[in-house]
């Protein structure tokens, strides 16, 4: 698309209303994508609703999802499996937020920063990784392409607002109670635990932290820390990539953070690793990152480097970032950007 004006396109968004696809829609308007028409779709009862730009939320049925360039997905696995396929049948190219395609070979797992080649062979639809995956990417590709990574122990610490609004409520609904009687917490914790109610997380979330997060499996693990496992092996092209991840949720509303250890296959130096996190795209130094902080920010930040104490091929930091934005609708729209850059958007599907 070099040299000629770039195409004015239609774009779908379907979970308009939830709060990553809310946030997609300032993103598209606030970025400047050249859309000339955006069409919000939502659940049932969200039909007629009007939004910010005077957008009315639309029905998913065939008739509605002919003529798309590009169609936004953030309305979770089921919906994803119903109809991500049905517009790219229709000549979409759809970029999906849910875990409905991220674990299928044939189909790409994209952080704009890390592996956008990986969008040239897309067959219409597109994965956007898990949130806590995607913030943990960006100062890992850094380090792998200057040191050779070969395993990681990642120790989440994920915001309650990874589980959507309601884990945000849930938790805003915890605080006044809990602070009101702070000589409790301190001398019957399971008693003030138990003034209030918990459905969202797995224990009481307000002044604690819950270090089960996602389904039990067999083995011990939940699917949000496979999630972090599988999908960081394809995202980076390291098949082999030996991961132990531990997920814990935390009480703070909006902002991941992980704490990573890194291993090599040769000795690092934090100097290098340095110069490597400063030049990545979209990736910050900070001295101490916290997600309060990048809160509402489109960068991740990277802290706390430092060799580790018993192996000299291995690096210890800890990264955070925005989980509603570059966690989820920031790189969703990236990947729509970048495929438009990449001539991918209304090109025949492979």
């Known amino acids: 698309m070099t040299g000629s004006s770039p195409p004015s396109l239609r774009v779908a968004v379907v979970g308009a209303t939830g709060a990553v696809g809310t946030v997609m829609l300032r993103l598209l308007r606030d970025r400047g994508f050249p859309a000339s028409e955006i069409v919000p779709f939502a659940s049932e009862r969200s039909l007629g609703r009007e939004l910010d730009g005077g957008l009315v939320v639309a029905a998913l049925t065939e008739e509605n999802i002919q003529g798309f360039d590009i169609a936004l997905f953030s309305a979770g696995a089921t919906r994803s499996r119903e109809w991500a396929r049905r517009f790219a049948d229709c000549g979409a190219v759809v970029v999906d937020n849910s875990s409905a395609f991220r674990k299928d070979p044939d189909i790409p797992l994209v952080v704009s920063e890390v592996n956008p080649g990986a969008l040239d062979s897309h067959d219409g639809i597109v994965a956007n990784p898990n949130c806590t995956t995607m913030v943990a990417m960006l100062p890992l590709k850094a380090l792998h392409d200057g040191f050779d990574l070969r ?3 990642a120790t989440s610490y994920q915001a309650a607002g990874g589980a959507g609004q309601s884990g945000i409520d849930e938790l805003a609904r915890q605080v006044v109670p809990l602070a009101a009687d702070v000589a409790q917490l301190c001398d019957d914790g399971a008693a003030a635990a138990a ?4 459905r969202v ?3 009481t979330l307000a002044f604690n932290v819950v270090p089960l997060l996602g389904a039990l499996g067999a083995d011990g693990y939940t699917d949000e820390e496979l999630k972090l496992r ?5 995202i980076l092209a390291i098949p082999d990539l030996a991961v132990s991840p531990t997920c814990v949720r935390v009480p703070v509303m909006v902002g991941h953070g992980v704490a990573v250890r890194a291993t090599f296959s040769q000795e690092v130096d934090v100097d290098r690793a ?6 990545f795209p979209n990736l910050v130094v900070d001295e101490v990152p916290t997600p309060l902080a990048y809160a509402g920010r489109d960068e ?12 000299p091929r291995s690096l210890s930091f800890f990264v955070v970032g925005d989980n509603l934005l570059k966690g989820a609708a920031l ?3 990236q990947l729509a950007e970048a495929l438009l850059e990449r001539g991918l958007v209304g090109a025949p599907v492979s």
Do not use: M, P
């Open 151 to 153: 395993a990681i122990v």
């Open 195 to 198: 003034k209030v109610e918990h």
């Open 201 to 203: 997380h797995a224990a």
């Open 230 to 234: 599988d999908e960081s092996r394809k």
């Open 274 to 279: 340095l110069e490597l996190l400063r030049a």
């Open 300 to 311: 991740v930040a990277v802290g706390r480097v430092r060799r580790d104490l018993a192996d």
């Open 331 to 333: 790189n969703t729209v």
